[in-house]
């Protein structure tokens, strides 16, 4: 089946602007991760959903992100005024349960250049 | 804190040679900890975990609590094996984040 979809997978955004990365996971997964991946750096948390609910923020570097997952299954994680140090690979992952006993299936990402 | 500590950033192993990739982690709790794998081109995959006590692609990994480490081990290196490695810690029993190290680049000479 489809695995974990991510849009765009290239974004160019100039110093200020808003964007909104998209996250489309397995069918049927209640869980969805966000993560942040700095050149050279291993994944770093930002945000989680178990269905509609944002269960855990505490890797958003700032208010200017902002995460959302209304219907419980596609995810939007919106940057406003973007910074130089925004930019980086974006990486989604989604899995149907605890990643004790179950896989976390990532996106391919969308890097993030902010110019 | 919870951290993940992968020492070295490039690994350059000649093929058929024997591999250790080092993994050591600071963890307050009983942490489940992994291998990720990134394979030039694809995406972040989930390599082996402990708690399944697998070998997957001929590597196996042994948490030692005493020294707090999840070294990757093959006994014989193949060209495909080249990628990025990334080793991981998750809390135990929990529906919850994954910490990832930066990474080691593991390059197998032919």
């Not at chain 1, 992952?93 to 299936?105: F, K, R, V």
């Not at chain 2, 590597?59 to 480490?69: I, M, P, Q, V």
Request: proline share 6%; net charge positive.
């Amino acid at each position: 089946g489809a695995g974990v979809s991510q849009s765009p997978r290239y974004k160019v955004a100039k110093r200020g602007q808003d964007v909104a990365l998209r996250c489309d996971p397995i069918s049927g997964h209640v869980s969805l991760f966000w993560y942040q991946q700095a050149l050279g750096q291993g994944p770093e948390f930002l945000t989680y959903f178990q269905n509609e609910a944002q269960l855990d923020k505490s890797g958003l570097p700032s208010d200017r992100f902002f995460a959302e997952r209304p219907e419980g299954s596609v995810s939007t994680l919106k940057i406003q005024r973007t910074q130089q140090e925004d930019s980086a690979v974006y990486l989604c992952a989604s899995t149907s349960g605890p990643p004790l006993y179950y896989e976390q299936y990532f996106g391919p990402g969308t890097r993030l250049t902010v110019t | 804190a919870q951290r993940v500590t992968q020492p070295e950033k490039l690994l350059s192993v000649f093929k058929g040679a024997p591999v250790e990739l080092k993994c050591n982690y600071s963890y307050s709790g009983s942490p489940e900890l992994f291998w990720y794998v990134q394979y030039s081109r694809q995406r972040l995959q989930l390599l082996l975990r402990h708690i399944s006590r697998e070998s997957i692609k001929g590597f196996t990994a042994d948490l030692n609590k005493g020294e707090t480490s999840f070294h990757l081990k093959k006994p014989f290196a193949q060209e495909e094996d080249s990628a990025m490695y990334y080793c991981a810690l998750s809390h135990m029993n929990r529906d919850d984040k994954i910490i990832f190290g930066k990474g080691t680049r593991l390059h197998i000479l032919p």
